[in-house]
Structures are given as structure tokens and as C-alpha cells.
């Protein structure tokens, strides 16, 4: 416990819950696969930044992630590592339809960047991605959906319009991220983040990434995870 402690400590990283997972200070303590920590070094990552040390082994160890930290901290990898991990358990237990890991963002260009992320990390994983988000082509996204996309990126509007259009269904999705949800609530996507997350199976891990805590969320949270991890960066959400 010491260890874990010092190892918080030089890392300013702050976790509270129950059962919290220790962190880890390299990729390779993730056992990861062959292919996904080649894939996290030919993209440049050799070590994790705090946020990935902390957020990371929770997500990997199936628990509902609340993670504070400042833009710039590495949250993007803090998720998607363990969303393809998911994915690929996933893949062999369960056949069916639609995605399996969902990530909301507030803008089309923040899609676009976690989507070229995630490319890069599942580069011969064999998953596949799509970004539904305004101003993209419509058909494109259905044929990406077609093909069976077992993760897809986007912006609440969007990701709305094509469940409506009978797009896909969220019957396969066990993973949801919420990724800059301070900014989507600014924006204004409260009401449809929480219609799209309470229509995901309930025994789905939902993982919050911020870097400000104001109250609406820190509701959201609690309406929405179960038994978070509450992990906070440096000054971030003191
Ligand atoms: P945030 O979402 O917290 O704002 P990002 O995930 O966008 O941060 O990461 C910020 C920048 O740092 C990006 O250019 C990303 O590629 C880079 N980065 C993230 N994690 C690492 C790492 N472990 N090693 C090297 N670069 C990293
Ligand atoms: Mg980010």
C-alpha cells in the first residue's frame, strides 16, 4: 500500500472508491497484446501519462472510470486502450449487430482526432470505427455501420439522427465514454447524452472524462455510473 501510495503521490493522482485498482507506471504492467503495445509504440507512446497510470487498469478491470484531468493530460489513450481491449473480448464471446464501445464528444474535429487515435491503436487489431458526426456524409456512416464498426465516435446530435433512422442498434454496446463532458453540457447535449446513455443495456461500464467538475456534472455522474473510480490529475477537480 506504501508503494501505491508513494507511486500516487509522484504522480499527483488522486483515486477514490471503493476496491480502486492499483496504477501502473508502464504500458507493458497493462498486459496488453502483442499487437496493441506495438501498435502504442510505433504511435510514439513510451510511457504512460498519469492519467493513462491510473484510469487505464480501472477501465481494463471493468469499472466505471470518472477521470479529472487538464486537456493536454492524455485522456484520449486512457480510454481507448481499454475500449479495445473490450472490443476484442467482446468480439469472440458475443455475435449480434451494432457497435460495442460508444464515444460522445461535443465536436466533429474532436471526433475526427479520437478516431485517428483509435486507428492507430487498432491498427491490425481487425476492429473497425466510425465517426457519426454533422457535416459528414450520411451514407458513408451507414456503410461503415453496415460493415459491422464494433466502435463508434460521435457527437450526441448526430449519433441521435441515426438511431432514429433506424442506423443501428445499441443491443451489442457494453462500453459508453463521455469524453469532454463538461464541454457537452456547455454545448448544450445534456438531455440527449442522458436519452442515449439510459438506452445502452444496464449492465454497460461507462467511463466520464473531464476537466472540470462543476455540479451538473458530477449528477450526471452519479445518475449514470455505478461505483465509479473518481480519479483526479493535479489541481484538476479539487
Ligand atoms: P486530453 O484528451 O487529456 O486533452 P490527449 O489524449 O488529446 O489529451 O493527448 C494530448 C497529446 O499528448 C496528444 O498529442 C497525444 O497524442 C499525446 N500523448 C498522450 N499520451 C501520451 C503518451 N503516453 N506518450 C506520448 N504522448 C502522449
Ligand atoms: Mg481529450
Redesign the pocket.
Known sequence: FDEVDSLRKSMEISATGISVPRPVCSFAHLQLGEKLMTAISR???????P??CQAAPAALAGRDVIGI??????????YLIPIIVHCLDQRELETGEGPIAIVLCPTRELAL?IDS?FRAFAKNSGLGSVVLAGGLNKTDQFKLLRKGAEVCIANPGRFIDIVKMKGFTLQRVTMVVL?EADRMLAMGFEKQVRSIVTNVRPDRQTLL?S?TMPTKIERLARDLLKSPVRISIGVAGH
Open positions: 504511435h510514439g507512446y513510451s510511457t504512460p501519462t492519467i493513462q484531468a487538464e486537456t493536454g493530460s492524455g485522456k484520449t489513450a486512457a482526432q487515435e469524453d472524462f476537466a
